[in-house]
């Protein structure tokens, strides 16, 4: 269960440092142009991150047995379909839909 | 493109804008219904969508707050999953620099992907837009994604736990992520980032309090800029 206190802490101040990160430059920064290497590094923060939080949550789901194999089929196919269409929408529907097939299939 | 005014502008970007609220509800929909069945409320559910409005840290947020990840974890991953507006806001500002700093702190709450990618794309288009006119048109682009964005959070809270025991929703969170990041997948240098960053999540999954994440995060990005660096080098 999430704490309740914690819980605003952590909104108020994502919401506070998100606000940051979008008015750093636009706000404080003016026209100064950023070092290459930052900008280098923060090119690939988000393909970096997010894979690196949903790896292990897809190769050690909790529940075990027929599910996870529907869960790494799920994910294989929402890759798959993400690098193939470039379409936001064709990855979710390839995901979801292997994730149901396989359970039903498996399970 | 005939000179743009201020009034046209901001019509032009609520246009343009207006195809994508049906990119950004689905995430707030299932926000909404994934922090419900976490346990949270109405208000703090509508709270986290209207203070951060970032679908990505707020669901990293959110999946990392239910393993009982120290707080400090949970806020420096969900603002690392979220540096990309701070390039927005940079790449922005040749264009928007100039304007009053009361229009500049609204701007930068409402920069999210689509109101950065279509302005940007605009005004890099149309050089001889007038910062008012910029302004308009970033505004414009906002003014239906925005409330869409709220609206929906509601919607998925409302909905929240009505919805059936059998529907696998802790998993709904890894297909949004992977679809988010797959289409990112444009160059060698990403890809290896990601390839990177997986390899040591997994590996290093058994250090406490999710710090691999953060280390398995930096070394993608680290990998990323290297491969990008030795690319551009290579190229004549």
Redesign the interface.
């Known amino acids: 269960?999430?704490d309740?206190g914690?819980?605003?802490?952590?909104?108020?101040?994502?919401?506070v440092?998100?606000?940051l990160?979008?008015?750093?430059?636009?706000?404080f920064?003016?026209?100064r142009p950023?070092p290459d290497?930052l900008?280098?590094?923060?090119?690939?923060?988000?393909?970096?991150?997010?894979?690196?939080?949903?790896?292990?949550?897809?190769?050690?789901?909790d529940e075990g047995g027929s599910?996870d194999a529907a869960?790494i089929g799920?994910?294989v196919a929402?890759?798959?379909?993400?690098?193939a269409?470039?379409?936001?929408?064709a990855?979710?529907g390839a995901?979801?839909a292997t994730?149901f097939t396989l359970?039903m299939l498996i399970g | 493109m005939p000179a743009t005014t201020t009034k046209s502008a901001f019509r032009a970007g609520v246009r343009d804008g207006a195809p994508f609220m049906v990119v950004a509800a689905p995430f707030a929909l299932l926000f909404g219904v994934l922090a419900t069945e976490a346990g949270l409320n109405l208000f703090e559910v509508m709270s986290f969508s209207l203070v951060v409005i970032a679908g990505a840290a707020q669901f990293t947020a959110l999946q990392l707050m239910q393993n009982e990840t120290p707080t400090i974890i949970v806020l420096v991953s969900a603002l690392a999953v979220n540096l990309r507006v701070a390039m927005y806001s940079a790449a922005l500002t040749p264009y928007l620099g100039k304007a009053p700093l009361w229009q500049r702190a609204c701007a930068a709450y409402m920069l999210v992907d689509q109101s950065y990618a279509l302005s940007h794309a605009r005004f890099d288009a149309e050089p001889q837009m007038s910062v008012p006119a910029r302004m308009s048109y970033f505004f414009g682009t906002c003014t239906l994604l925005i409330p869409t964005w709220y609206a929906a959070s509601f919607a998925g809270a409302a909905l929240g736990t009505a919805l059936p025991p059998q529907i696998p929703l802790d998993f709904a969170l890894p297909i949004m992520f992977l679809s988010m990041v797959a289409p990112m997948m444009r160059t060698l240098p990403h890809i290896v980032a990601a390839g990177v960053a997986v390899v040591i999540s997994i590996a290093a999954a058994s250090i406490p309090y999710s710090l691999g994440l953060l280390v398995a995060g930096i070394a993608g990005m680290m990998a990323g800029a290297q491969v990008d660096l030795w690319l551009e080098r290579r190229a004549p």
């Open positions: 269960m999430i309740t914690n819980l605003w802490f952590i909104i108020i101040t994502l919401g440092g998100s606000f990160l979008r008015f750093a430059f636009i706000g920064i003016g026209d950023l290497w900008l280098r590094h923060l090119r690939y923060t988000a393909v970096a991150v997010l894979p690196a939080l949903v790896a292990p949550l897809v190769v050690f789901s599910l869960r799920a994910s929402t890759v798959a379909a993400g690098m269409t470039k379409n936001l929408f990855a979710i995901g979801a994730l359970m």
